[in-house]
Every structure is written in structure tokens, then in C-alpha cells.
């Protein structure tokens, strides 16, 4: 069992241990210890005692310690990836994808992180110079999710950094030991300015956002969840970074080269056993095409392969633990109790005594007001709707309290744009869904979040702006008082 790594050391926690279990066997693979509001104390300490020094260290010097934590996590990509594939279920090659994502991501900032540090203003009258200075806000909570625990981590801690903050990164119970795997990776850094503490984020969490020397909440996780953390940092009025709940649409039309758009649609709703948050959950197809697009999403989603994660052969991996699989069943078997139509998969693959697997669906004749189209559905599953052409597949691609991404395909440039244009979405995918870059910000809209990770407005997500006004000639200025001598030199 490893214990948190607080100032730089490993600090040993004698409280009840969490078991970890693998989601492809059912098996406790280690444990990890139950934090409280004291280790937490402890780490904020650590934290704040590093950011009065990291603070001012030159952008190069910072630059360089975060090129250092690159090679190390691409030294480390297969150990890693292992251990990722063991806590979570994502196939291995997923994850080591991911591990080389989340390099690339720290490499980004790296450089970004000393490219500015605020603009030049034109002066409102002569003799003064105007100026921003971007400055950070002190000490980062990075609480981190199951299904991407190194990338999405990455995404908030390297532009954390970067901007002079310090950080303090809970992952999710779930899958944390791939996290505090990388306290050697980040023990290049002084001490402090990189802490990993272990917990529910009922104690744990909790302690950390209502801590009064904490200044910047950054979360990736469900709306509801979101919400909470709103509320706990509301006496405060403290930042907030919230990543939340998505239902992305993908729309299909009618021009649509089928063999691709049905192979892209099966990507899209079953990666990672369909627990991405930018994963498309909702899919609104042309009445035209709709038959033979369905058809080819069946005959593909049968012939992908379901298994532990480190087989090299498997497609889709399980799902992180029973209840989630049991939620999405429970959705899928409301559709079709009220009229839908399960195509495949909608069961757990008869072979598989252990664990937590769910066939890949296909499901159809389904109705916009369903649950398991009207809220989001973590899980590996292809609802279909039949809509009459662009207006009514936007229309519909609306009807959500989300707004994360969207996908069309289609070569029609009208369609195309106006479908950008008119839906409400963060990421706008065209003929390629779920792709990113570490240059474009990525965010939702509505009760998806209000921030952005990635790109330069990822950086100044964990930065704030402070205006400078200077005057480099002293002298009274005719508006001051007396107001009798001003109120003459202005009649």
C-alpha cells in the first residue's frame, strides 16, 4: 500500500485501507489509505509553504522542470499503462496512449507557460503606460476522475504549474494508483509544489475545497458532483474549475460515406466501454440512410472483441464496477420496455463469469425523451434516432441540459456550418469525432462548465489578471479637487 506523498516525502497514514479492485477480474489488486481533514491539513501546508518560492521561479527554470517530468513519463509509459489497465479496464494500448497524451500536454505548457505573462495596454493619456500581469492564484485541488486519471489530471496540473501555482491532486478512489505512481516522476520538482493525497471525496475532497488556504478548486466529474463543490466554495467565493456531465449528439447525414461514418460511430460511443465524458451518447441519422447505416453499426459492433484489457485482441475492456454496469442495464431496459428495440449486446457477455463487462448495444426505434437519451449514459451503448434532415437532427442535438461536443458527419459545407453554428457545444467535431489538441481549448457549455482546459485559455484558467497603471510624470492633475477651479477649466 502506497501512502500519500506530501512536501515531497511519503507520508505514512495509519487509517482503514480501500481495497483497488481490477474491473476485469474482481480482484483486489493493492490498497490505498483513507484520508482525512488532517492529512489534508498537512498537504495544504506543504502546498502553501512551496508557493510563496514557486512563485517566482523564472519561466525558463519552470520550463525545464516540466520538459524533465515529460521524458519521465515517457520513460514510464509501459509501467504505467500496465497499471492503468489493471485499476481501470481500458485496453493497454488506450492507456498507453494516454500516457503519451499526457506527456505531450506537459510539453505544451512547458512552453506556453513562459511565452507571456500579460499585454501591453494603450494608455489613456500621456506620460503612463498600462500593463496586465497574469499572476497565480496559490494553491490548486486537482480532484481527478476514474476513466482518464493521467490525461485529465495532466490537463489541469501541467498549465497549473506552468502558471506559478502549486498543487494538491486527489484521484479518485477508483483508479489511484497510477497517481501515485507519478510522485517519482514529479519528484524532480521542490518539494511541495506537488502533492497526491488519497480519500473519499466526501472527507477527503470535502477538507480540501473548504480549506481556507486553498484558492482554486479544479474538478473533472458529474454535474451533480459539481454542483456540491459550487456550493462548499460559495462562503469563500472561491474559483472554481469545473469539468462536468456531457451527452454529446453525432449526426449522420444523408451524404455521409456510410463504411466510415458507422466504424466512427462505433468508436465514439464504445471507447473506453463507453465511459467518456466527450463520448457521443446520442445519435440522430437521416431517415434516408438510416437502415444501412444501421446495419453496418451492427455487423461492426459484433465483431469487436470484449476482454481483460491487457489482451492485446480485446476491443472494449469492462466497466469500472458493478453499479455502474447495473445503471446502464437498468437504462437500456427501460427503452426497451417502452418501445425501443435492442439490435445487440444489452447483457453482460455470457462467457465472462468475472467481471464487470457489458456488451456493446445497439439500440433503435428509440425516443428523445428516454433516460437513456435525455441523460447522460456512461457506458457502451449506440441509441439510434431517426430524424427528417439537418434542421430537426439540430433541433433535437439541443434538446439537452448539456453542451460538451457534437459530431457531424457529412461533406455538405451548409450542413456542416450550420449545424456549428446553432449547436451548443464546447467542440464542434467535423468528420472526426472525439480528436484533440493540446492547443485548442476544450470545454462545455450550459451545466457542462464553465471552464477550459487545453490551449492558451487552459493556461489562464489558473491564472488571474491583475491591471498595472503607471504614470511616469508626478504632477496635480486638473480634475482633482478643488471642484471650483475644475468646474471653471471644463464651462
Not at 510539453?107 to 496586465?132: C, D, K, L, M
Not at 472554481?240 to 451524404?255: A, M, Q, R, W
Not at 456510410?258 to 440522430?284: D, H, M, P
Not at 477550459?452 to 486638473?478: A, C, M, N, S, W
Amino acid at each position: 500500500m502506497k501512502h500519500s506523498w506530501i512536501g515531497g516525502r511519503w507520508h505514512k497514514v495509519q487509517r482503514q485501507a480501500v481495497p483497488v479492485i481490477n474491473p476485469a477480474t474482481e480482484e483486489v489488486i493493492d490498497s490505498i489509505p483513507h484520508g482525512n481533514a488532517q492529512d489534508a491539513a498537512l498537504a495544504v501546508r506543504a502546498a502553501r509553504q512551496a508557493f510563496l518560492k514557486w512563485r517566482w521561479v523564472p519561466g525558463a527554470e519552470k520550463a525545464t522542470m516540466l520538459h524533465a517530468i515529460v521524458d519521465k513519463l515517457r520513460a514510464a509509459k509501459g509501467k504505467l499503462a500496465r497499471i492503468m489497465t489493471l485499476e481501470g479496464g481500458k485496453p493497454y494500448c488506450e492507456n498507453r496512449d494516454e500516457v503519451d497524451w499526457s506527456a505531450s500536454c506537459f510539453a505544451y505548457y512547458a512552453e506556453i507557460g513562459r511565452h507571456s505573462r500579460g499585454t501591453s495596454i494603450p494608455p489613456s493619456f500621456e506620460h503612463q503606460v498600462n500593463f496586465t500581469i497574469k499572476e497565480p492564484y496559490g494553491v490548486v485541488v486537482a480532484i481527478t476522475p476514474w476513466n482518464y486519471p493521467i490525461l485529465l489530471l495532466a490537463w489541469k496540473v501541467a498549465p497549473a504549474l506552468a502558471a506559478g501555482n502549486t498543487v494538491i491532486i486527489k484521484p479518485s478512489s477508483e483508479t489511484p494508483l497510477a497517481t501515485l505512481e507519478l510522485a517519482e516522476i514529479f519528484s524532480g520538482l521542490p518539494p511541495g509544489v506537488v502533492n497526491i493525497v488519497t480519500g473519499s471525496g466526501e472527507e477527503m475532497g470535502a477538507a480540501l475545497i473548504q480549506h481556507p488556504q486553498t484558492d482554486l478548486i479544479a474538478l473533472t466529474g458529474s454535474t451533480e458532483t459539481g454542483k456540491r463543490v459550487i456550493r462548499m466554495c460559495a462562503d469563500q467565493v472561491k474559483k472554481t474549475h469545473l469539468e462536468l456531465g456531457g451527452n454529446d449528439p453525432f449526426i449522420v447525414c444523408s451524404d455521409a460515406d456510410l463504411e466510415i461514418a458507422s466504424r466512427a460511430a462505433c468508436w465514439a460511443a464504445y471507447l473506453n466501454a463507453g465511459q467518456v465524458c466527450t463520448g457521443a451518447k446520442r445519435f440522430y441519422v437521416f431517415d434516408d440512410i438510416l437502415d444501412e447505416f444501421t446495419k453496418r453499426v451492427v455487423k461492426f459492433t459484433k465483431s469487436l472483441k470484449i476482454g481483460n484489457g491487457l489482451d492485446p485482441e480485446t476491443d472494449i475492456g469492462p466497466m469500472i464496477h458493478k453499479g455502474q454496469r447495473d445503471d446502464v442495464h437498468q437504462r437500456v431496459m427501460e427503452a426497451k420496455d417502452a418501445g425501443a428495440k435492442i439490435l445487440c449486446g444489452g447483457q453482460k457477455p455470457p462467457k465472462l463469469k468475472k467481471g464487470f463487462f457489458y456488451e456493446p448495444t445497439v439500440v433503435t426505434k428509440v425516443k428523445q425523451e428516454m433516460r437513456l437519451v435525455k441523460t447522460e449514459t456512461f457506458g457502451p451503448v449506440l441509441p439510434i434516432i431517426r430524424v427528417r434532415g439537418i434542421d430537426e437532427a439540430i433541433e433535437l442535438a439541443n434538446d439537452s441540459q448539456y453542451g460538451l461536443g457534437a459530431n457531424i458527419y457529412t461533406n455538405n459545407m451548409e450542413w456542416a456550418m450550420k449545424a456549428m453554428e446553432r449547436v451548443t457545444a464546447g467542440t464542434f467535431w467535423i468528420n472526426d469525432p472525439l480528436s484533440d489538441n493540446d492547443a485548442g481549448p476544450f470545454g462545455g457549455m450550459r451545466q457542462t462548465g464553465h471552464a477550459r482546459e487545453l490551449g492558451e485559455e487552459g493556461l489562464d484558467e489558473f491564472r488571474e489578471t491583475k491591471h498595472v497603471h503607471l504614470d511616469y510624470k508626478q504632477e496635480i492633475k486638473p480634475y482633482w479637487y478643488p471642484y471650483s477651479k475644475y468646474n471653471k477649466l471644463s464651462s
